[in-house]
């Protein structure tokens, strides 16, 4: 076998590691909960998991993924055109589309399959995608996906003039779709849907929502970005993930209009070619959306303790990024330095993650801190202490 690709690899990556930037797997052992068991590190105070409203691990939602199991066995092992779908998916998509209050939703393997399996199977020649500068990477791999001559534009992080000018100059092309994160997952900070939407409407464009850090935790009842805004039935497609505020581990979905989600059935490559979502996790989907509905009272204490912990951090004279998330980072500034004292606020029992270049941009490194339902107020004030103790 030749050695030289190997041997290129690791290069790199010993230089990663002495320049501090490497990322190390860190294995938890049992369940996940406001406290973890880490291998190396015993108990410690998690503040890295998108469990965002303590659905993970949750009596009913493990209930109905081990009843699904009896009950469905543990795949189709099949792709859903061929013979992967089986009815709990179709609970599953109907209860998605009730939730976003749209016609139809379809189901993936998750969130990234979703999004690049959207926008090459809708869109044709001419049709323009503008993109906030911001959004997932899974956005930004579906939008390269698509066809030669769809015209794929980026637009400054939220600014709303430079949307106008983007939308004024492609107002002839037969369709203009706006892309947006709903919660921007490094920045913590929310799209300005409410004038996305106005905009969208002036210029006939289709606003697309990938709400997957912003459903269960915004919104009076969960419903993400949209309904923080009232402005949920104004947005034409939504895509989001099972697998963060829902805790059911995977599973993607896109909601919208039938004629998109049939579209999807007939070209999505990631639906036409991967496997089904699991019965287990399709069942842990609804049960989890059914806690949401039964249960806004979770989304609004999350918030409080999101909204608290941000000022608390101020209190103290740290500068976290302002937001309405429950996704809170600080700067640190350089790549090393946050993967640095993210190692030392583990040491001292919070486990939070550095996230660095090429992540964010170089320069910009920082903590990021998510909060979840689950934390007591005694966690969060020991995690803004411990912050505090290791930047000193
Ligand atoms: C905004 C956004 N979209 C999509 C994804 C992908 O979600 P999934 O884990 O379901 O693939 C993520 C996950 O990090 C995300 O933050």
Known sequence: MSQTLLKRLADTLAQEEKDGTYKHLKTIKGAIG??????????????????YLGLANHPDVVRAAKEALDQ??????????????QDIHEKLETELAGFHATEAALTYSSCWAANTGLFPAVTSPGDVIL?????????????????????????RHSDLKDLEEKLVRHQSAPARLIVTDGVFSMEGDIARL??????????????????SHGLG???????GVAEHFGVLSDIDIFTGTLGKALGAGTGGFVA???????????????HLFSNALPASVAAAGC????????????????????????????????????????VVPVIIGKTADAIRIAGEMLQAG??????????????????????????????????????VRCLK
């Open 72 to 85: 469905y066995g543990a795949s189709t092992a099949s792709v859903r055109f061929i013979c992967g779908t």
């Open 131 to 155: 993109s906030d500068e911001l959004n997932h990477a899974s956005l930004i791999d579906g939008i390269r996906a698509t066809a030669k001559g769809v015209i794929k534009e980026v637009y």
């Open 34 to 51: 406001s406290r973890i068991d880490l291998e190396g590190s015993g108990e410690v105070t998690l503040l890295s998991s998108n469990d």
């Open 217 to 223: 935790v915004l919104g009076k009842t969960g419903r």
């Open 194 to 211: 409410d004038k996305i939407v106005d905009l969208a409407k002036h210029y006939d464009a289709l606003v697309v929502l990938d709400d």
């Open 350 to 387: 919070i486990f939070v993650t550095g996230f660095g270049f090429p992540v964010v941009p170089e320069g910009e490194a920082r903590l990021r801190f998510q909060v979840s339902w689950s934390h007591s107020q005694e966690q969060l004030e020991q995690a803004a202490a411990t912050l």
């Open 287 to 326: 049960q989890s959306l059914d806690l949401v509905g039964k249960h806004p009272e979770r989304v609004q204490e999350l918030k409080q303790k999101a909204d608290w912990f941000r000022s608390h951090l101020k209190e103290l004279g740290l500068n976290p990024l302002p937001g309405d998330s429950a």
């Open 256 to 270: 919208g209009p039938k004629a998109i989600t049939e579209m999807l059935i007939q070209k999505s490559r990631p």
